[in-house]
């Protein structure tokens, strides 16, 4: 499977983005899907996972602002993002898998599909 992230760009603290992983070449709704992401000089850091079930679940740092939804039939995860913060700047990467066990849900070494990245920049 090839994912395609887009949806990133310049926004304003409070503001709201969307960013998008769409996936093609394969079987999406099989696979589990998480966003990453790396701000200037850290490493890559989970943001949150929503599996072929539906079931989600998100850092400490985002929750309660970051909302992941999949629409099968366009092949998509979508991760909807609220009351941004300077923080939250960063690249941000969509990662799939079908295989990840549970446990490693927010290991991004147990992804084998990464799309190229979109980069998130709020300014205060």
């Known amino acids: 499977v090839q994912l395609q992230a887009s949806g990133g760009g310049l926004v304003q603290a409070g503001d709201s983005l969307r960013l998008s992983c769409v996936a093609s070449?394969?079987?999406?709704?099989?696979?589990?899907v998480a966003w990453f992401r790396q701000a200037p000089g850290k490493e890559r850091a989970f943001v949150g996972y929503i599996k072929s079930t539906g079931h989600t679940n998100y850092a400490e740092s985002v929750k309660g602002r970051f909302t992941l939804s999949r629409d099968s039939a366009k092949n998509t995860v979508y991760l909807q993002m609220t009351s941004l913060r300077p923080e939250d700047t960063a690249v941000y990467y969509c990662?799939?898998?079908?295989?990840?066990?549970?446990?490693?849900?927010?290991?991004?070494?147990?992804?084998?599909?990464w799309g190229q990245g979109t980069l998130v920049t709020v300014s205060s």
């Open positions: 990662a799939a898998d079908p295989s990840v066990i549970h446990s490693n849900l927010a290991n991004q070494i147990a992804y084998g599909y």
């Open positions: 070449g394969g079987t999406f709704r099989r696979y589990h």
